[in-house]
């Protein structure tokens, strides 16, 4: 059974600096992509940074447009946890962040949301100004 459980939101401050952490279960993250996703209130769900399967093979990180320059995405092989580090917090960067996987592929692209086939729960950050 594949499970992703998100961890690590809350309520901060504009300026301020966040950590989100991504526990998957079931799947090894050395064939698995994951990514992290977000959803604002109104708005539809909407990518922000993917991590291959294939990082140990050359293979590289991807990042919305929206989310180059303040988020980082990694992970821990051996814990299976994947972080998203997230800078110089915005209030709209407010929203329920979910991780999510799909088996890994070096052809599809790493950011489209529609091909991920498990989902976690998501957490909440709320940024005030």
């Known amino acids: 059974q594949v499970l992703l459980v998100e961890s690590g939101g809350g309520l901060v401050q504009a300026g301020d600096s966040l950590r989100l952490s991504c526990a998957v279960s079931?799947?090894?993250?050395?064939?698995?992509?994951v990514g992290w996703f977000r959803q604002a209130p109104g708005k539809e769900r909407a990518s922000v940074a993917a991590?291959?399967?294939?990082?140990?093979?050359?293979?590289?990180?991807s990042y919305a447009d929206a989310a180059k320059g303040r988020f980082t995405i990694s992970r821990d092989i051996t814990k299976k946890m994947v972080y998203l580090q997230i800078d110089s917090l915005k209030p709209e960067d407010t929203a329920v962040y979910f991780c999510?996987?799909?088996?890994?592929?070096?052809?599809?692209?790493?950011?489209?949301?529609?091909?991920?086939?498990?989902w976690g729960q998501g957490t909440q950050v709320t940024v005030s100004s």
């Open positions: 999510a996987s799909r088996y890994g592929s070096r052809r599809r692209d790493l950011l489209d949301l529609k091909d991920y086939n498990y």
């Open positions: 079931g799947v090894s993250l050395e064939t698995y992509d």
């Open positions: 991590i291959p399967y294939s990082l140990r093979e050359g293979g590289s990180p």
